[in-house]
Each structure stands twice: as structure tokens, then as C-alpha cells.
């Protein structure tokens, strides 16, 4: 039980932590399953898997890799690219806003990890992507530090009487 709650508040504040936040860092491949990988970054000590189909509808979609179980790794359909055991990657760290799935509760999240680099057609992720996605996490945080700075002021100048006791 106690062990069970160390874990749920590391999940916690790793995701506070980086809710509203993209962030690309160097990571190794620690582990190769048949529909991902395993990526461990250091700099966070975070360990996480990168999915290589779309969890949601996997039959629908085309694995960008292939597992070859022979050699361990996760293979491009032209052969071009290859993932395996302790190769340095680049991921994208970001808290999924959807829920993790229908039996759990909607407030609690996942913290999703995408491929940089190497480049794999259908896997990666652009750098203009990758652009467009720190944009618009900037612009969320912007209004949501606007929309704070809103309910400030209004509490400020409708209920003054409160302000004393805070």
C-alpha cells in the first residue's frame, strides 16, 4: 500500500511537473517490445515507452517498425532505420491531456513521449512539429497565467474584505 502510494505521487509530480511543457531531451533505448520501445532519460531519471503504433486503433494503423526477434530490435519495412538496445534516441516529453482511459477517473494523465532522432517516416516527429507543438503549449500557459492575473483583479475589486485575510 505504502509502495503503491510513493509510486502515484512520483506519477504526480512528474506530471505537475511537466504539465504545459515540451520538452526534447537525449534518452537510451532500455527495453524492445513488439509495439515500442523503452526509452530511459537520464537528465530526469524518468523511464518511459515510446509506442510505434496508435495504442487507440493499432490494428487500423501501420507499425512504422517491425519487431525482429531474432536480432532484438525494431526495423523500418525498407530496412532504412533500426531501433535497438542502449542507442542514444531524442524524445519529446509532454502530459497527454487525454485521459488515460474510460475506468479511470478524467483528472489523471500520462506522460506520452514521442521519437525525435532519429528520423523515422510515420514515427517521429518533425522539428517543425516539434516547433509547432512548443508554440502552442507557450500560448496555452499564456492564457492560462492571463486568465489568473483576470481572477486576481476581479477578487481584488469585487471583495476586497477578503484580500486583508489572505
Known sequence: MAQQAG???VELYTNLFFKGKTIEE?????QILQNGFGVLIP???IEGVVYTTNKEDSEAM???????QESHTLVS???SSSIGLFQRVRVVLQ??????????????????LRLTEPQIEGLSVSPE??????DAAAANNAKKNQMSEEKIVEMVTKHPEQVKTI
Open 26 to 30: 537525449p534518452g537510451y533505448v532500455t
Open 129 to 134: 512539429d516539434l516547433n509547432k507543438m512548443r
Open 43 to 45: 537528465s530526469y531519471g
Open 95 to 112: 502530459v497527454d491531456d487525454k485521459p488515460v482511459s474510460a475506468n479511470v477517473s478524467s483528472m489523471r494523465r500520462k506522460l506520452l
Open 7 to 9: 509510486r502515484s505521487s
Open 77 to 79: 519495412p525498407d530496412q
Open 62 to 68: 501501420v507499425a512504422a517498425l517491425e519487431y525482429v
